[in-house]
């Protein structure tokens, strides 16, 4: 199949739809990476900052930023406040994204879950015509073993495989909680190299997924390396997810 045609499709695709985002910081690299991947094929997508002067918006993404980092339950709100406001345009997909810096190691997973799950009881009753796309959490990179080596030594779990553990938790209860709706694995792809090959590691028996290291030049923002694949499947799940 070409590639390159599948990439022309789907930024067709996009171009017909309008998409809302919430997210932060990670949402950035990958909205640069839908625009880096539509100029490397000559094209062009729409994707424009949430406007407050009452502008209608025509097709492609319009985004804004959320909440604040550290506080999901705060994009949540944020999320329902915007859906409600936008809902005359009539958006044919929503969605928000959590940052990998709203987890750490005392985050109650089923907690945030459970209150993203309400606010997405809320956005189906304000515009029930949309589809909402769920996006899993971003990853980090793995902390050095070192650091791991003495934790284990003192009989604990270094943090930062503590609170990888418990995005991957959050994951799964994404990934199983809304069978019906599209869902853009980030999470998955963010961990996948090239070649298919995972990184991830098992911890206190459960599999859990980690940002590849190539991906990115900080430990959790997406290098262009990294945006090139992630984003190029976010585009196609945008593109499809209309028609679920």
Not at 70 to 79: A, L
Not at 82 to 89: F, L, M, S
Not at 166 to 182: I, Q, T
Not at 196 to 202: F, K, S, V
Request: proline share 5%; glycine share 10%.
């Amino acid at each position: 199949m070409d590639i390159v045609g599948d990439v022309r499709a789907d930024l067709s695709s996009l171009r017909t739809m309008k998409v809302f985002f919430g997210h932060q910081s990670v949402g950035g690299n990958l909205l640069q990476g839908l625009q880096e991947i539509a100029r490397s094929q000559g094209d062009s997508v729409a994707i424009v900052a949430l406007s407050g002067n009452g502008a209608p918006f025509v097709g492609g993404i319009e985004h804004s930023l959320i909440g604040r980092n550290q506080d999901p339950g705060s994009k949540c709100d944020d999320f329902v406040a915007i859906v409600r406001r936008i809902a005359p345009e009539a958006p044919d997909i929503v969605a928000m994204k959590f940052c990998y810096v709203d987890f750490d190691e005392n985050t109650d997973p089923r907690a945030v879950f459970d209150r993203y799950r309400v606010a997405v009881e809320n956005v189906r009753k304000v515009v029930p015509s949309a589809k909402i796309l769920h996006i899993t959490s971003p990853l980090t990179a793995r902390t050095p073993g070192w650091k791991r080596i003495v934790k284990g030594l003192l009989g604990r779990l270094e943090a930062g495989d503590e609170t990888a553990k418990r995005r991957a938790a959050f994951n799964r209860l994404l990934r199983e909680g809304f069978p019906e709706d599209p869902l853009f694995d980030l999470a998955r792809s963010e961990s996948t190299y090239p070649d298919g090959r995972r990184e991830t590691a098992r911890i206190d028996g459960t599999e859990v997924e980690f940002l590849v290291g190539e991906f990115t030049s900080d430990g959790g923002h997406l290098s262009e390396r990294g945006r090139s694949q992630v984003s190029r499947e976010l585009l196609h799940v945008l593109a499809t997810a209309k028609g679920r």
